[in-house]
């Protein structure tokens, strides 16, 4: 069974800052996609940004960029210039097969002024 | 923009009731799933829904689970008789087509507490 660990119970970050969220992960499978999560309090949990096992090019979206390490299962989410906006929980999540995905614990980020 | 939404925000209820959670998925969506996070722990897959029927089902859902979508809008997790241990955040999603080529779209939960 696929497992996800996000070790980062809290972090936080001045304003404009960049911050690193950490991800690692165990799997037996060479195919599979990742997913970086955020869940803004009390909204909905929306997604931030996919990463494909196959492409050895990291995904960006805006500020927000991924470091895949394939070999050390390892994917960890950049933000840059963060924002007080970038306050959330984020959760780093795993897909395989099947139609279902598996969560880490999540990282409470809170940007501060 | 279109948007899962759930209802209610917060059920609280007595242990061994049966209670049922909604969620009315976005509207062109074809996949349905229940995900529930037990307070300070993950969120778990419980079930997916496709074509009126569960595609696939978790360790965790089990005989006192049942989901539904008795009209062409809502989808519905019923839970027969509520343990404590059921206590928990329950979120929907729905996807337009399976994962991962389909982003999964997250309602904002509904919190359900078992006394």
């Known amino acids: 069974a696929q497992t996800v660990t996000q070790s980062q119970p809290e972090m936080s970050v001045q304003e404009a800052e960049t911050v690193t969220l950490s991800c690692t992960y165990d799997?037996?499978?060479?195919?599979?996609?990742l997913f970086w999560y955020k869940q803004p309090p009390s909204r909905q949990m929306i997604l931030v940004i996919r990463?494909?096992?196959?492409?050895?090019q990291n995904a960006t979206e805006n500020r927000f960029s991924v470091n895949f390490q394939k070999a050390a299962k390892s994917f960890s989410l950049k933000i840059s210039d963060s924002q007080l906006g970038d306050t959330a929980m984020y959760f780093c999540?795993?897909?395989?097969?099947?139609?279902?995905?598996?969560f880490g614990g999540g990282t409470r980020l809170m940007v501060k002024p | 923009e279109p948007e899962v939404t759930q209802t209610p925000s917060h059920q609280v209820t007595q242990m061994g009731q049966e209670v049922i959670l909604r969620c009315v998925p976005i509207?062109?969506?074809?996949?349905f799933y229940w995900y529930r996070q037990i307070l300070g722990q993950k969120v778990e897959f419980l079930v997916s829904?496709?074509?009126?029927?569960?595609?696939?089902k978790s360790e965790i859902f089990d005989d006192q689970f049942s989901v539904e979508r008795p009209d062409g809008s809502n989808f519905t997790l019923k839970i027969r008789s509520t343990k404590l241990e059921d206590s928990a955040m329950y979120f929907c999603?729905?996807?337009?087509?399976?994962?991962?080529?389909?982003?999964?779209?997250f309602g904002p939960g509904t919190r359900l507490t078992v006394l």
């Open positions: 990463q494909e096992a196959y492409k050895q």
């Open positions: 999603a729905s996807s337009e087509e399976r994962l991962p080529y389909n982003e999964q779209f």
């Open positions: 829904f496709y074509n009126n029927e569960i595609s696939e």
């Open positions: 509207s062109n969506h074809l996949y």
């Open positions: 799997t037996s499978e060479s195919n599979y996609y």
């Open positions: 999540a795993f897909f395989n097969a099947g139609n279902m995905l598996t």
